[in-house]
């Protein structure tokens, strides 16, 4: 390369790091035939010219010794990262949505923090960045990290940045780490940039008043939240991404370029990240050349050889499955060329060819592997309720009494929802038959006129019994359960759901001759008033919440197994079985961003009040007891419930309800009743239990030896 000769007349003027920049701008041109350096320059003042690429994550006064001079990073992720920082402007970043999904294990959270210190260091660099941006010189420009909770923000991703930056000089250099040991944060020296970390309400809430720079939404789990609503929180974390985006597209943008972006982390595993797959599908649908979507198999990221050493780079085929049909392993006597193309173009099966080594893996555990590995999920295949399993529930001789599965109505509506009930159709021994009602509410309380708010009902009875035998040989009875109807309302826009309406439609049941044995809803969504009124016009009513817990799933799922429930044929019931989840760690039943669970989840809880009542021999308050007995306290004692023939039935059906719902290894069955160890509440604890008067109506006191006596 020509160097500048000392007595050239153009360094006499500048200054020692001026002449490194202008011998930069030569060197580029003379290489390239153009120069970054100089494209910086043009478009931003720069009291420090930025590193390129390449040498911020190779050298070691950047990040080089974090990437082991760039040895550590995967081939794939220099393909991406060098094509996201191809675009215009300071931060050169091509897109300023930038969501990074697929497998687990590929790096995904490390892609996303290369990328953000690459952005801190460019505006770090800049001259007065406020004043580029239009915004006042106090303000403070912000690198957030944020997910549910903050401990959440302050996890793996914030702790791995924070880890990238403490090994580079030029970031020691420009700023300071706090003098935890175990989570060292970076606070740069312009006081003007700060790292920040928040849950869904800052996202949502403050990031009005913030000017983010960057963001990142990292991998989040809502279940470590306890009984929270996760639709509701779910609800919040969307909201928080969609006004942080909006923020840096409105705010961090210079001559029309958005120069700050929003980084999204998601797994296929992960049904807790289901809306941000909302997010994706929607930036494909309407073809925002501004968002990035990366979604990779393992090895598409990681080097082969971790598979195969030979070089051959062998493949199996994976026949991929929807929701209409499962998916395979093809076997190796049929995977040809012919097959394939069959199998793609004349049966529409998506197929991958993950390394040969991985044919057992997918055979021997072919969902989680094709979730983990390959980064597929679909939800026909890991829907909680199978497609085999609802094939044989459907009622072929009676329909839905409801025309519609979805009726309109709110306050101003004229007529009432009895209307639409076609009484007809309903023999008159499914109306002597104990019915339970099961109310599920979806109440937005929207202020902004747009509506939203539905009502899911549904009517369960006990059809009667079969004879079955066992594999001893043995005759017994199972009970049989038959849907009656299920509707679900929703209020028109610029409406809300009328409650009289409903209380209307459930007293015109009763008046037409059902016997309604019980009426169940979730806690959060059953008023005091509406609970009160019903009881006062001679109803049994209590809480029971399908969203807190798996259990009314997992005896609804057994029904259908058992084929013991006959379900009146709906799509939208259908659709939304098929589109539940397990969330949570498994430990509770959820639907998927932008759909609905009205309807299911009013004929799983009807369902699991019958249930609970031929159990139990109460139709009142038994999953109140069972919540109770599954309370978590310090103090073990051994509880006694002496038996009482009329409320619980045989020693046998107590077994099997304690064997069913109490989930408790440690139970005895005798004559005078059940024992178990669980946590006991003492007198005082009994009279402060809100449900005391669920318990003395069951005939439940509290003995002197803290013993629950019935």
């Not at 924070?162 to 700023?175: A, C, E, Q, V």
């Not at 720079?213 to 991998?219: I, Q, V």
């Not at 929607?282 to 990779?296: H, Q, R």
């Not at 019994?465 to 043995?474: C, F, P, S, T, Y």
């Amino acid at each position: 390369m020509a160097k500048l000769s000392n007595k050239n007349p153009l360094l006499q003027n500048l200054s020692p790091e001026e002449a490194k920049i202008l011998q930069a701008i030569l060197d580029e041109i003379a290489v390239g035939g153009k120069s970054f350096t100089l494209e910086q320059l043009k478009r931003v003042g720069f009291k420090e010219q930025p590193a390129d690429l390449k040498t911020f994550l190779t050298d070691e006064r950047y990040l080089g010794i974090y990437s082991d001079y760039g040895n550590e990073i995967y081939e794939e992720w220099w393909e991406q990262l060098k094509e996201i920082f191809s675009g215009r402007g300071a931060t050169r970043c091509k897109y300023s949505e930038i969501y990074v999904t697929g497998a687990t294990r590929i790096g995904k959270t490390t892609l996303a923090c290369y990328g953000i210190a690459y952005m801190l260091h460019i505006l770090i660099c800049m001259d007065k960045p406020q004043r580029r941006y239009k915004i006042s010189s106090f303000s403070v420009i912000t690198f957030l990290f944020f997910n549910v909770t903050k401990d959440m923000a302050e996890g793996v991703a914030f702790r791995q940045f924070n880890d990238m930056l403490i090994t580079s000089p030029w970031f020691n250099k420009k700023g300071k780490f706090t003098k935890s040991e175990a989570n060292p944060k970076y606070i740069p020296n312009n006081r003007a940039i700060r790292l920040r970390t928040g849950s869904a309400a800052v996202g949502g809430r403050h990031a009005l008043g913030m000017q983010v720079f960057c963001a990142l939404c990292d991998e989040m789990n809502f279940g470590t939240e306890g009984n929270r609503d996760v639709r509701t929180e779910k609800t919040k974390m969307s909201d928080a991404f969609d006004t942080i985006n909006t923020r840096i597209r409105g705010t961090i943008r210079y001559n029309g370029i958005v120069e700050g972006c929003i980084w999204a982390i998601s797994s296929k595993n992960n049904a807790d990240m289901d809306f941000m797959e909302a997010k994706m599908e929607e930036a494909i649908k309407n073809e925002k050349d501004y968002a990035k979507i990366i979604d990779k198999a393992q090895w598409e990221v990681i080097p082969w050889d971790k598979w195969d050493t030979s070089g051959n780079k062998a493949t199996c085929t994976v026949a991929v499955g929807d929701l209409s049909r499962k998916g395979f392993v093809v076997p190796k006597e049929l995977d040809t060329p012919e097959y394939r193309n069959q199998l793609e173009f004349v049966e529409g099966y998506r197929l991958v060819y993950p390394p040969e080594a991985l044919r057992i893996e997918f055979e021997s555990n072919y969902e989680q592997t094709l979730m983990d590995v390959a980064g597929i999920a679909v939800q026909g295949e890991y829907a909680y309720y199978s497609m085999e399993l609802l094939e044989t529930c459907w009622h072929t001789q009676r329909g839905n009494p409801f025309p519609e599965d979805v009726v309109e109505m709110g306050i101003t509506s004229q007529g009432e929802i009895i209307d639409y009930f076609n009484w007809r159709g309903i023999p008159r021994e499914i109306r002597d038959c104990p019915m339970f009602i099961h109310l599920d509410a979806a109440i937005k309380g929207d202020k902004k006129g747009k509506g939203g708010d539905r009502f899911g009902i549904a009517g369960i009875v006990i059809a009667g019994e079969r004879e079955v035998q066992n594999v001893e040989g043995d005759w017994y009875n199972e009970t049989l359960y038959e849907e009656v109807f299920a509707v679900d309302i929703a209020a028109p826009k610029k409406d809300r759901i009328d409650f009289e309406k409903i209380r209307k439609f459930i007293y015109a049941l009763r008046d037409g001759g059902f016997h309604i044995e019980e009426i169940s809803a979730d806690n959060a969504h059953l008023s005091e008033d509406m609970r009160q009124t019903l009881m006062k016009n001679g109803f049994k009513v209590t809480y029971r919440s399908v969203d807190r817990t798996i259990d009314g799933h997992k005896i609804f799922k057994g029904l259908l197994a058992d084929r013991r429930i006959l379900l009146l044929s709906s799509i939208l019931l259908k659709r939304e079985l098929q589109g539940l989840r397990t969330v949570s760690g498994g430990r509770k039943v959820d639907h998927g961003h932008g759909s609905s669970k009205d309807i299911a989840d009013a004929v799983v809880g009807a369902t699991w009040g019958a249930v609970l009542s031929e159990l139990s021999g109460i139709s009142i308050g038994a999953d109140e007891m069972i919540e109770t007995l599954q309370m978590d306290v310090a103090d073990y004692h051994t509880v006694n419930f002496e038996h009482n023939p009329q409320a619980w039935g045989t020693p046998e059906t107590m077994e099997e309800m304690a064997d069913s719902f109490f989930g408790y290894d440690d139970f005895l069955i005798n004559e005078s009743g059940l024992d178990c160890i669980i946590g006991a509440l003492d007198e005082d604890q009994f009279d402060r239990d809100p449900r005391n008067d669920v318990w003395r109506n069951m005939g439940v006191t509290v003995g002197s030896d803290d013993t629950f006596v019935m």
